[in-house]
């Protein structure tokens, strides 16, 4: 539900009772993709940075 972008990480990792810090671990430990709208809201912000000459 997470990767398909129906639940937030904060409430997922509330779901199964551990922090979000460890919740970002597990998803790295099994390969999860990140919902497809967190992964453009990232790559703009990145952009926006690159383009402001951060």
């Given at each position: 539900?997470?990767?398909?972008?129906e639940?937030?990480?904060?409430?997922?990792?509330?779901?199964?009772?551990?922090?979000?810090?460890?919740?970002?671990?597990?998803?790295?430990?099994?390969?999860?993709?990140?919902?497809?709208?967190?992964?453009?809201?990232?790559?703009?912000?990145?952009n926006?940075?690159?383009?402001?000459?951060?």
């Amino acid at each position: 539900m997470y990767a398909e972008g129906e639940l937030s990480a904060s409430r997922a990792s509330h779901m199964l009772g551990i922090p979000r810090a460890a919740f970002y671990q597990l998803l790295a430990e099994t390969k999860t993709p990140l919902p497809q709208r967190l992964n453009e809201s990232i790559k703009k912000e990145i952009n926006d940075l690159l383009a402001a000459g951060h």
